[in-house]
């Protein structure tokens, strides 16, 4: 700790800035005293980057404060010279409010962050339709209580929450099939899979050898895998070796299969992996990285003026495997794609180190495929890379073909498939246009490629536009997701929401128009659209979706049966207005297995068991069956009743369990 950290008063909200500006001051004396500059560091600088990176850096830290009065004048699109132009509005943006009865044209699936679930909205109304829990438990839907749910959760770890970030849709031939979405838990390293048949996740990997599952996305065109970037760098096996040599730590990306939902194979690499894409060929997946210090703290991961982007050649890779060049660690091949690494020599390495400027923060590939885009994060640019050229050129360096200058913090870039990419400022707090083909011919740091800009409250971090993740983009409207929301909402105490904003992008040359504000419950990270027509969800269940796992319990088939000495099965049918037995009887001390089937077929009618006394809490929606065991520890009466409004006689729906006293 240095001696401004320590003598800095914590109670002073002026010396804590201050703290945080000496921080990055002994950072920089650090990168400024001890970094040898040579022609190709100085090729490597942040590209067209007019303040120096002290400057820069400074900015970011008042960048809270100032970002309270961005946009007070209401939002300033700007013209193609870049220059902010006051924003009219246009009578040729459609009504993004959809009328009472009408439906959305799109599916949003956003992640929830520290809630582990995911948000579906509907686009254009940004109307909430549902929550799908994930990694977290949740009462509505009794996702954690049934006997299946509960398994699953806790055979991926038993954890108590996750941090859910980036949800990813299942495509076929580059497009979304409406199947599947992928999502993962930075928190505790795992990836989850939700069935869009019933908008419920069926499940979820807690991948081995790794910490923070971080960037996840398909395996783009065919959904082959679901990768995932291991960001916290552990030594391999994290067993206790190793503890305090980072110089052994490692970070994995991992391939899972979509279909089993097991883990085939991991990479190490060199630094700290962050996010990852595909290119739409299914050859390469390029990952942002930070950290090739390969340091634990702060100053030591701030050293260095650039970083490395892995390209992982995954076919490449896949034949590692096969010819047995890997380590076995905890059941999963390891294949070493370190720059070291064996691999990485001859004519076809399995990853290829991209230099790029400090820290950037994410990848995205267009929707043609043929480049990925890099922003800066800490450099005012964005790096494109050329996609084919990776398995063309020696120098992996000569597949970046452009890096536009666009604005102060950029962190996340979108399409619209006109030409045109979008991306987020993080300090500026604005969404910027830009013409991509311009970007590559321009000179590096040119600002000519920037068409327009426009503020956004405050400070965004993901972007996103209406299907810009496949190869066929819709190209009407953008959501930016602001991590702050300051000024925009009634106060609600010291936590504030988040906010979410639609904006108008149309097609073509038209500019962007800021059309609405959503607060957000903190913190959603990312999102991601599909056509309404792509996805249909079933509106009860099919019970041969379920057949030789579950019973289908009718009002015949009710009863009790014991299955041991201090065991029983409980079955029984649940309509509206009565369950299939009004009471049954166990003894005290009887592991009781309640299965229960909603026996209507009509839309919308639900029905709860809750026995709140056990923790027992079902929602069972029509044709579905749902198991739940617990143990009848204590003699007594127990109501059980239904938690879904479903009648007119809601309120005299009942059950009764007697448990008697074991004599």
Known sequence: MSDSTSSADSTDPERVVEEYENQLEDVLADVEETTPRTDDDLSLELAGLQLDRRDFLKAGAVAGAMTGLAGCAGSLPTGGDGSNAANTGSDDVPEHRVPPGEHDEYYGFWSGGHSGEIRVLGIPSMRELTRIPVFNTEGARGYGYDDQTDEMLEEAGDYTWGDNHHPNLSETDGKYDGEYLYVNDKANGRIARVNLKYFETDAITDVPNVQAVHGTCVLS?????????GEFRTPLPNDGRDLDNPENYTSLLSAVDPESMETKWQVKVDGNLDIIDSGKEGRWAISSAYNSEEAVEIEGMSHDDRDYVKAFDIPAIEQAVERGKYEEVNGVPIVDGTQSST????????????????SPHCVEVEPNGDYAMIAGKLSPTVTILDIDKLGEV??????VVGRPKVGLG???TTFDG??????SLFIDSQAVKWDIEKAVEAEEGSTDPVIEKIDVHYNPGHIQAVKAMTTDPDGEWLISLNKLSKDRFLPVGPIHPDNDQLIHIGQGEKEMELVADHPAYPEPHDCVFADAETISPATTWDKEDYAGEKPFVTEKDSGVERTGEQS???KSSVKRSEYGMSEFTVKEGDEVTLTVTNIEDVRDVIHGVAIPEHDVNLAIAPQ????VTFTADEPGVY???????CSALHLEMRSRMLVEPRE
């Not at 691999?343 to 400090?358: A, C, E, H, Q, S």
């Not at 006109?418 to 991306?423: E, V």
């Not at 579905?624 to 198991?627: L, S």
């Open 343 to 358: 691999l990485n020599k001859g004519d076809r390495p399995i990853v290829r180190y991209v230099p790029t400027p400090k």
């Open 624 to 627: 579905d069956t749902r198991e």
């Open 394 to 399: 020696s120098d992996p360096a000569d597949a």
């Open 221 to 229: 065109p065919d959904t082959k895998y679901i990768l995932g970037n």
């Open 568 to 570: 029983v099965h409980v």
């Open 410 to 412: 950029p962190l996340h």
């Open 418 to 423: 006109n030409g045109h990419a979008y991306t």
């Open 639 to 645: 109501w059980i009743y239904c938690t879904y409004f």
